[in-house]
């Protein structure tokens, strides 16, 4: 089982950029993904979620209007579209599978329902 995080890098603010998560391993087609992220000194924090149907979606307050979450179940991939970058979304960005078994609408936000998570990508944006 391995998710498998990349499209981070350095920006400037107003930037964009678009994080991409692979998973392999197992399938992970049904269930909740998540976005999360850490800054240095900051606890991790939701970012936003997708559930397993892909039909809903949520998005924490602080990246709502900038931030889309998309699934591509045939390519088992979960991407994080980011616009309009602030210097405050500087931080390693985690992409995780949710625990099964919560119905095809559920999206958890909280980091104690995704027992998988990735290695994580460093997003920096610079003011």
């Known amino acids: 089982v391995q998710l498998q995080a990349s499209g981070g890098g350095l920006v400037q603010a107003g930037d964009s950029l678009r994080l991409s998560c692979a998973a392999s391993?197992?399938?992970?087609?049904?269930?909740?993904m998540g976005w999360f992220r850490q800054a240095p000194g900051k606890e991790r924090e939701f970012v936003a979620a997708?559930?397993?149907?892909?039909?809903?979606?949520y998005s924490a307050d602080s990246v709502k209007g900038r931030f889309t979450i998309s699934r591509d179940k045939a390519k088992s991939t979960v991407s994080l579209q980011m616009n309009s970058l602030k210097p405050e979304d500087t931080a390693v960005y985690y992409c995780?599978?949710?625990?099964?078994?919560?119905?095809?609408?559920?999206?958890?936000?909280?980091?104690?329902?995704?027992?998988?998570w990735g290695q994580g990508t460093q997003v920096t944006v610079s003011s």
């Open positions: 995780a599978a949710s625990r099964s078994g919560y119905g095809p609408s559920w999206l958890p936000t909280s980091s104690q329902d995704y027992p998988y």
């Open positions: 391993g197992r399938t992970f087609s049904g269930v909740a």
């Open positions: 997708i559930s397993g149907s892909g039909y809903n979606t």
